[in-house]
């Protein structure tokens, strides 16, 4: 249960839930399914700030799990009516969450193997994180805003449903931070570009590639402000989970023969997510928004590359 409830700062939370975002708590009621991305807009979002751990010019996964970090999430699938928050923050001086940057490295350090990680966090005992008081979000268009607190041990999840769509890509997007042990702050950033893969999309919207050879996607309107994530896991009972992250600017993404070995002979699924990143500090807390979304394809922007399994 612990292993599970500490995912969302991997990004796990996120991916576990966008693709049905009408599970959870609901703030508001739901209809059908809206309009494709089809006004995407050309241009580029705005160069984010880089302030504090993480960034492509040192580690990317250093700011993910360390005393005094915080990261802000908000996914949503272009197409579907809701998204989803979560948040927490690490308290400064605490040595009870393992190093995740000991994590075992691949791909040039783009990919980590994080499973002993998380066996480690597990033993840890349980997580209590630093309070930030409410937090609200307003972002889309039309804007909407909402409010969370935080839960038992200070950690943040809400899932909001619309009932129009609210994004095609470059909307603003603000948080507001209250404050607590947190002290208050506010982010202002946008909704990430949607990007657009050029190959065939599968009938059934499932990738199946090969496990002995590497695997490209290419893609279009890649920036360097806009970063792919994925998430490659075993299915049960098998434990090896992958985590990647790579700058999109080259529009390709190499998922390497190397990494996909580490599962052995284990099925294994995976997630691929774009977003993008703004960071702050606030006290002694460095601070991560992250704002994710789905690459659609470019032949059918309606389709959107959600999924891969390894057999």
């Not at 009938?203 to 893609?219: H, Y």
Request: charged share 20%.
């Amino acid at each position: 249960m612990r292993r599970l409830a500490f995912l969302a700062l991997l990004t796990l939370a996120a991916i576990a839930c966008s693709d049905d975002a009408s599970s959870g708590p609901s703030s508001s009621s739901s209809g059908d399914a809206a309009s494709p991305a089809n006004t995407v807009p050309d241009a580029a979002p705005p160069t984010t700030s880089e302030i504090g751990p993480g960034s492509f010019d040192g580690d990317p996964f250093a700011y993910l799990v360390q005393p005094g970090s915080g990261t802000l999430r908000l996914n949503h699938t272009i197409g579907e009516l809701g998204a989803i928050l979560t948040a927490r923050f690490l308290p400064v001086g605490s040595n009870r969450y393992p190093r995740f940057d000991a994590a075992a490295r691949y791909d040039e350090g783009h990919c980590i193997d994080d499973s002993a990680f998380l066996d480690e966090l597990e033993d840890a005992g349980g997580s209590t994180y630093a309070s930030a008081g409410s937090i609200s979000v307003t972002a889309g268009e039309p804007s909407f805003t909402v409010e969370t607190t935080p839960g038992a041990n200070n950690d943040y999840f809400l899932n909001h449903r619309f009932d129009s769509q609210r994004f095609v890509g470059e909307e603003s997007v603000r948080f507001d931070v209250k404050g607590g042990d947190v002290p208050p702050f506010e982010i202002v950033t946008r909704f990430p570009l949607v990007l657009l893969a050029t190959s065939t999309p599968p009938a059934d919207g499932v990738l199946r590639p090969p496990r002995t050879s590497d695997f490209v996607l290419e893609f279009e309107r890649g920036t360097p402000d806009i970063t792919i994530a994925l998430f490659l896991y075993a299915a049960p009972p098998g434990k090896t989970r992958v985590y990647c992250r790579w700058p999109s600017a080259s529009g390709r993404v190499v998922i390497k023969r190397e990494v996909l070995a580490l599962f052995g002979s284990e099925r294994f699924s995976g997630d691929l997510w774009t977003e993008s990143i703004t960071r702050t500090r606030s006290g002694p807390f460095a601070v991560t928004a992250s704002i994710q979304t789905k690459i659609h394809y470019a032949s059918s922007r309606r389709e959107r590359v959600s999924r891969f399994e390894f057999e």
